[in-house]
């Protein structure tokens, strides 16, 4: 079987790695990313502090090393009808399953703030420290954005600086931490909420807790919400992440996936989705590799190599730099094998250290020290922390997906696309267009919604609940406008999305019209009765065999 991964961070590797241990002989697995190099980020953390540096793999050498193929390419769409994956230069790849790993794209999330997004940023940090040396700098913010966030890095952030403030004796310094948790660590549990509000405080850091980074204005004044500002001489932030858009792939308004606790993509049979570029609120590496553990074991399971596949049982674990451990920080660490054996003395990330995958933690540890990895304890001044989500929370957040429909129905709704059902008779209309003016058009054309398009890019949808609520709230149709009133950003499909997909999007958000893409471009729309109708058809279809078949039985 081929299985293809888009991707080649921590859930591809430790997919591949899973899939090798339970369906070796069964699987030819090729990895495809536009990077050369698999980076372990979170060193990039500890690198500006002179405590670490990033670890870096050639790609085609450790893809060799797991047991699969490096091809380079982005992944930029999907057809799941024809098992293709396209990338961006044109090349077609086939597949038997795919498994999306792709990560998330991180974004300025506070404008005017230094954002930190990793190794491509380390040179900021390495700035400001040399502006606190030089006394240019007092109060330093670390701003935690709202929003799907790699939050352990900026505790770490904040942390290190005050470590390093404190070592250098540089007086008179402020760190400001921001962030919107009610309780700081909050996903990982009150211990470590604890934990860390007692660094934090052990530190001297003022702790701004509840609050949103909005901007800052001239990198020194930090507007926050719902507090007014607080003045500062740098602000420090950490990106908000996203999805990266996939043709052919249902993605949430923020680009994300949404897959079941197997990690398949809700409404399709042969594709999975692993990682940061899922819908999962939590963006960890520990959870990327359980995410990647569950596809493996159920397309293991699927060839008939495993008996019970494992689903996603989330469980938290991840380590927290705080500044105050020396030796667990010396080591040497650099880019490819033959260099980094030396980091097997006291190597940061060893397992159960910074990044837990099952398989991937040994495997690298494996690769630099050249050997089966001792077990390591959390050093001294680090924190670690362990806490499992519970099914109910999972459930809670969407991450999971209920069956649909019969079994055979099911299959032909996978089968079949949403372009074969979509109406393409679509009123487009402009964000400045007044409510009155749409409200006419759609009831000529005796329709429930309008896409709302600008300069050809779908930027949101109004429908006739729309126009409800406004008129409830007395608004002048004459002179209320579209973009006030739509529903900016919308979930959309393409014309080759599976109708199982489209549904079962249409249940999870409870929406009634999914808007159909080109590129960006609106084309179509089907609506919650459509669905249904085709949906009905195929059961009757599959009803009426079943009879003629009992018949003849
Ligand atoms: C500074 C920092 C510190 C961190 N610290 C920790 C920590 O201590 N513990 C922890 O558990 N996590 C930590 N994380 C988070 C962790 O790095 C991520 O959660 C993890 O890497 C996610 O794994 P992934 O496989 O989903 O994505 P990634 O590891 O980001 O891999 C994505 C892969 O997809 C490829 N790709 C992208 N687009 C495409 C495309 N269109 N087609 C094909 N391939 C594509 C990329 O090139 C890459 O190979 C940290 C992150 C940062 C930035």
Known sequence: MRVLIAGAGVAAFEATLALRAAANERVDIELVAPETKFWYRPLAVAEPFGLGEVLTFDLAQLAAAAGAHFTPGEVIAVDAVAHVAHTAAGVELPYDVLLIATGASPRTAVAGALTFRGPADTELITKLLGELDGGEVRRVAVAVPSGAVWVLPGYELALLIAAYVTARRIENVEIVLVT?????????GSTASAAAKELLDERGITLHKGAHATEASDGQLLRLVPQAAIDVDRVVALPRLYGRPIDGIPQTRDGFIIVDEQSRVAGFRDVFAA???TSFPVKQGGIAAQQADAAAEAIAADLGALAQPRPFRPVLRGLLLTGGAPRYLRYEVGGGRGETSAVSLEPLWWPPAKIVGRHLAPFLAGLVGGGEPEPATAPPGAVPVEVELRPDDLARLGASAPPIAGEDTQDDLERRTVGEIMSSEVLVVAPEDTLG?????????DIGSALVSDSGRLIGILTSRDLLRASAGRVHSSEARVRQWMTSEPISVVATTPLAAALEL????AIDHLPVVE??????MVGA?????AVAELARTHTSIGDQEGEKR
């Open 275 to 277: 990682g940061d570029v």
């Open 529 to 533: 009765r459509q669905v249904a109708r």
């Open 506 to 509: 249409m249940t999870d958000h």
């Open 180 to 188: 919107p948790e009610e309780e700081p660590l909050q996903l990982f």
């Open 437 to 445: 003016e749409v409200a006419g058009r759609m009831r000529e054309r």
């Open 519 to 524: 590129g960006e471009r609106p084309v179509g």
